[in-house]
């Protein structure tokens, strides 16, 4: 059965907290209350049942505790209650009864967490987390987007987890991962969506990457990372060779081997493309070419490989094949400006998307927005602006090779 004096109590601790009242701030007379309406209890005006009663008995027992004062309709006792007040002088009575933390208490317990947590020096990502939760419980703001003030031991655990990430060196697999930190294969899967939403916010470059792609940046893999070749040209390993031009569908290299490759016979290699889907990558044949699959946002492991690779092929133009939307204009700028190398767009252009414009999608409007903050990029301002004019985005796979165009404009990043 409902307990309705604690649920109420409950209910008016809620408003004096998010008040001015409970940061010393109100320079006001004003009162916290619980009106009594249909809609925010239901069952006091339902006369089919006995909780009128029962919710006369919680609130006179409140009062005569001299924890709320009650408001009769029309001022006629015992009748029926219009609203009930908090008594705030007698706010400590009033938490103990609900057996309940004040939410200053609360705030000042984080506080003092964030502060020593800064003092230590934390990596980028934890100190720009934690510095912009500290400012905003000076400021007596919301912290629920990131942490949960009643729960200081998970915020801890978060903040240890955000430096554990940053600070990886080896590659690790997601629950090896998580049983080094939490001697639990499952737990870090459950803070992975909060995980994410922090790497987003203050990570520059994350800000569309998914939790996988963030997680892989730091050497922590979902499943074994893989990046998949195929073209003219031979992969030395150690001092074996492979001739990538005798497998129709080229190769896969394990995350842990990559660091092991290295380039040789590249000299017919005329463009190397790195392509963003892996449908797209085993379908397309490019003569003359060295293909490469990144699978979205390029991590560390697929950004040595690449520079390796310029290294021993710098005579070959550089592109990049991607979704016409704004995460492949996102991803393309990435690996331009991670890699240093001057990778161009291939079949991104206006005129491939207005050959394929049937098989389009249309925006949402977080694409719009999107694409608005990109329209300042001279190479993507036509394509951007039929896209935003003909409300239409293209999935790499709906290209196809029979459709050749060299109108790839040069980049102004």
Known sequence: MVQYDKMILNRLLDTYESSLLSTGENRRNIHIEFRFTKKALPAYFDESSSEYERIHFFMESLEEKQLIRICWQGGRKGHIIARVQLQTENLETAYAFVRRVPKQD??????????ECLAKEPTPVCRAFAAHVLERLAEHKSVKEFVQLEDIASTRRLLAVIEAIEKNEEPLYLREFSIRHFQDSKAFEKMEGRIAHIFRRFQAGCEEAAVEEILAEYGIYHTPDYVYLKGNATLLVGAEKIDLSVLKQGLGISGEDIGRIRFAGTAAVKQVITIENLTTFFRWQEEDSLLVYLGGYHNSVRRALLMELHAACPQ??????????????????????????????????????????????????????????????????????????????????????????????????
Not at 106 to 115: I, N, P
């Open 106 to 115: 609360l705030a000042a317990g984080h506080r003092q967490l964030l502060k």
């Open 316 to 413: 070959a133009a550089y592109r990049h094949f991607g979704d016409i939307d704004a995460g492949g204009f996102e991803i393309y700028r990435d690996l331009r400006e991670k890699t240093g190398i001057p990778f161009r767009m291939y079949r991104m252009e206006l005129e491939t998307l207005q050959t394929y414009e049937q098989y389009g999608r249309p925006l949402t409007e977080n694409d719009r927005k999107r694409l608005q903050k990109m329209r300042g990029r001279e190479e993507l301002r036509e394509v951007i602006d039929y896209m935003l004019a003909h409300d239409v985005k293209l999935e790499q796979e709906c290209i196809r090779g029979d459709v050749v165009s060299d109108n790839c404009p040069d980049p102004h990043l």
